[in-house]
């Protein structure tokens, strides 16, 4: 039988014969895994529909415990993303955090929409990639089931705290700090605290449309970046590539 669901490709693996086997996170179905035959060969009319990153309305028939791709219709290429190759792989590196965080058979749709805003905002918007980075990195903690406590600090109630506690993520002065504690706790300013409350509550298609300075967009990704990577307990390559780039 056959059923059609818009997604957007997050991984492309080389299959055999011509065949690529996909990890699309789809509108309907969570994260599906699609069998797309001959898509390597040079006339294959599945090649644009299912190239990384892109979305698609995808018609897939479904048999023998198998689901292969029948039809890709893109519907948005992000295409500015493949001509820059820090874009493509801080894109990549979403990409990739959003497959450790869908499931299959559980629909996502602010996953989803956190997906294509982010390409959009780096590909159309032309944002800034740590401002993009930022907002997907602490909206994806929240949605994994870690979003943090941003009201106070945890010891005094201080409304204005000056560290943010990596492992619980909570807030702390710099003198409330216990004797026995060794927790990893990153300076956090004002402008960083404010930011990381406005991304926690804001709506997702608000996510990557604020404004901050160079050095408290610095501080706020760094926070961001640890914070998520300490949550999920991993790295991702897809990062580690992307800020290889960076140095250089
Ligand atoms: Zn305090």
Aim: net charge neutral; glycine share 6%.
């Amino acid at each position: 039988m056959y059923f059609k669901t818009e997604g957007v490709v997050l991984r492309e693996t080389e299959y055999k014969d011509a065949d690529k086997l996909l990890t699309v996170l789809s509108r309907d179905r969570g994260r599906l895994t699609l069998r797309a035959r001959g898509v390597r060969s040079r006339s294959s009319k599945l090649k644009s529909g299912c190239q990384l990153l892109a979305f698609s309305e995808f018609t897939v028939f479904e048999g023998r415990g198998a689901l292969t791709v029948d039809e890709a219709v893109p519907l948005e290429l992000f295409l500015p993303l493949r001509e820059d190759i820090e874009l493509l792989s801080l894109a990549s590196y979403f990409a990739q955090v959003a497959e450790v965080l869908s499931q299959e058979d559980a629909p996502n749709p602010e996953l989803l929409s956190m997906c294509l805003n982010g390409f959009y905002a780096l590909s159309k918007l032309n944002r800034p990639q740590k401002l993009v980075k930022a907002a997907f990195e602490l909206r994806a903690a929240c949605l994994a089931g870690y979003t943090p406590m941003l009201d106070s600090c945890i010891v005094c109630g201080n409304p204005a705290p000056d560290r943010f506690l990596v492992s619980g993520g909570v807030l702390q002065c710099a003198g409330c700090r216990q004797p026995e504690e060794t927790s990893v706790r990153l300076p956090i300013h004002p402008g960083t605290l404010d930011a990381m409350r406005y991304l926690i509550s804001c709506d997702t298609k608000r996510l990557f449309s604020f404004q901050l300075g160079q050095e408290t967009l610095k501080e706020l990704s760094d926070v961001t970046e640890t914070y998520l990577l300490t949550q999920l307990e991993r790295g991702f390559f897809t990062l580690d590539f992307y800020k290889s780039l960076q140095i250089t």
